[in-house]
């Protein structure tokens, strides 16, 4: 069974930078692709981001490449986000969830609770 807990949450100014954290812990955590998704009030979830287990291949939403970059430290159990040139869009809940490579939130067995990300104009 893997576990999921997100950091690195927080509140930043429009134009600023965060790196979300997702910590994995069970036995065959680095065997899963892990993706970020995020849920903003009223609106739809919204896949970000997802990287394989090996770390060699990532996927990304088209209006997140090149601010969001997602990697993972198998050695450390952990898949980062570094979200740069934040926007007051970005505010929402970031959920890691670890599962298939696929942008597809169905296809993610196990979810984090989720980080506050609140970006100020």
């Known amino acids: 069974q893997v576990q999921l807990v997100e950091s690195g949450g927080g509140l930043v100014q429009a134009g600023g930078s965060l790196r979300l954290a997702c910590a994995a812990t069970?036995?065959?955590?680095?065997?899963?692709?892990i993706g970020w998704f995020r849920q903003a009030p009223g609106k739809d979830r919204e896949f970000l981001a997802t990287?394989?287990?090996?770390?060699?291949?990532?996927l990304y939403k088209d209006s997140v490449k090149g601010r969001f970059t997602i990697s993972r430290d198998n050695a450390q159990n952990t898949v980062y986000l570094q979200m740069n040139s934040l926007k007051p869009e970005d505010t929402a809940v970031y959920h890691c969830?670890?599962?298939?490579?696929?942008?597809?939130?169905?296809?993610?067995?196990?979810r984090g609770q989720g980080t506050q990300v609140t970006v100020s104009s």
């Open positions: 069970g036995r065959t955590a680095n065997g899963y692709a």
């Open positions: 969830a670890a599962g298939s490579y696929t942008d597809n939130w169905a296809s993610y067995g196990a």
């Open positions: 990287i394989a287990g090996n770390g060699r291949n990532t």
